[in-house]
């Protein structure tokens, strides 16, 4: 075996098992982490229609309005909702993470 074949397949090994180590590391996460609901904040940007879809989760009702908006000093989605409980829900996430920002029921 040349040296070339040698280190091509070395690289390959630490390659590999660099690969199986991440893949049983994910599949051995702790039962908290399973449970965390689908509701759950996203790690990505969210369009409008997702936050719509999450604000009606939270508070079912008739969306009114669904536009960017800034609060808190970030960039959010504000869904406004006239809600099944009679308030009028003002909902804004984070357009960059999908995380609650603030919501408000009059």
């Keep these: ?6 280190f091509c397949s ?3 090994l630490v390659i590999a098992s660099s690969l199986a180590g991440t893949t049983f590391a994910a599949d ?4 908290a982490a399973a449970a965390v609901p689908a509701a759950a904040v996203p790690a ?7 936050a719509v879809e999450m604000a009606l989760k939270a ?16 960039q959010t989605w ?4 006239n809600g099944t409980d009679g308030k009028k829900w003002e909902v804004h996430y984070e357009i960059k993470t999908g995380a609650l920002v603030s919501e408000e029921g009059k």
């Design 28 to 31: 051995n996460k702790p039962a």
């Design 59 to 74: 508070h079912p009702g008739e969306v009114t309005k669904a536009y960017q908006d800034t609060k808190k000093g970030k």
């Design 10 to 12: 070395a690289a390959l």
């Design 44 to 50: 990505r940007e969210i369009t409008k229609e997702q």
């Design 1 to 6: 075996m040349n040296k070339t074949t040698a």
């Design 78 to 81: 504000e869904v406004k909702i």
